[in-house]
């Protein structure tokens, strides 16, 4: 929505009764996964609470309430950097529900922002819109529309993420409403849930092929990228000229081309070439060494460890969990 309904980012977990806990006591307890957040600031951990709830649904998942997205504002004023600690979240997260209030449908700079964080995850997007008993069926189809129209740009995928329509809420629906539908959609939301808990290492050990194979894709071109510097570099070359003609126009030394010639890379797996102008503007093309050098007569090659990883490892893995839930 335009405006965030909490300012604090809740972590509902498991516990032998109700009880709250402030943020700074999670990160500094060694017991929780949490004190990594404490690189956020003092300011981040106030806004961290966690709600220790007695439910057996929380003995198998953690859920995580964010703030609402501000779109008015600047995102400095929140006093922490908001983007770095969703990413932290994102990244251990095996669901990520993105929920919509009907009448707040604006899609500004942070929420931008957030799915750009989520490309790649839209398999684990699931859209809520909420509220929805609130809206006669004229209005709830137009507002169903308007939110797929706005988030098009947003999830660039063939198959959007599954979107829930209902009133998430202990109350019960208003009169008038579609109830039967709203019912469904609530049973469905959860049926999703249990089956994401179910496949949770599936999932996990999945993602993590799919992160190696970008590792090893961008390995690669950062790889061609410095052996194209270092062949185009005489005695009297100025280094940054030359790498400029050639992170300006990869296309004319080839750079993503010979990447396809190797074995498992798809082109639908190549990173966007404007974003290597960005990458080497931070990270010089000098600091890094060519993948040939990274290698060891103990410990192998780096490469390969990927490769190995992606091509064997990782599917033995993926096929023995699937093995053992056989009945």
Known sequence: GAEPTT????????????????????AADSARSFSPLEKFGQNFLEK?????????????????????????????????????????????ADLIFVVFDPTKLDVGLELEMLFRQLKGRESQIRIILNKADSLATQELMRVYGALFWSLAPLINVTEPPRVYVSSFWPHDYQPETHRDLFLKEEISLLEDLNQVIENRM?????????HAIRVRIHALLV?????TYKDKMTFFSDGELVFRDIVEDPDRFYIFKSIL????????????????????????????????QQCSYMGGCFLEKIEKAITRELPDLLGSIGLGKKP
């Open 48 to 92: 961290l609470i966690g709600i220790e709830v007695p439910h057996k649904l929380l003995e198998r998942v953690t859920f995580v309430d964010t703030p609402g997205i501000i779109e008015n504002r600047k995102q400095q004023e929140r006093g922490y950097p908001f983007n770095d600690v969703c990413q932290w979240f994102i990244d251990r």
């Open 7 to 26: 300012s604090e980012f809740t972590v509902i977990m498991h516990g032998p009764k109700l009880k709250t806990i402030e943020g700074i006591v999670m």
């Open 202 to 210: 599936e999932n996990k050990i999945a993602f993590i092929r799919q």
């Open 261 to 292: 010639a190797k074995t498992n890379v798809s082109k639908f797996d190549l990173p966007n070439r404007e974003a290597y102008k960005d990458f080497f503007g931070i990270n010089p093309i000098t600091s890094f060494k060519l993948l040939s």
């Open 223 to 227: 790889d061609r990228y410095l052996q």
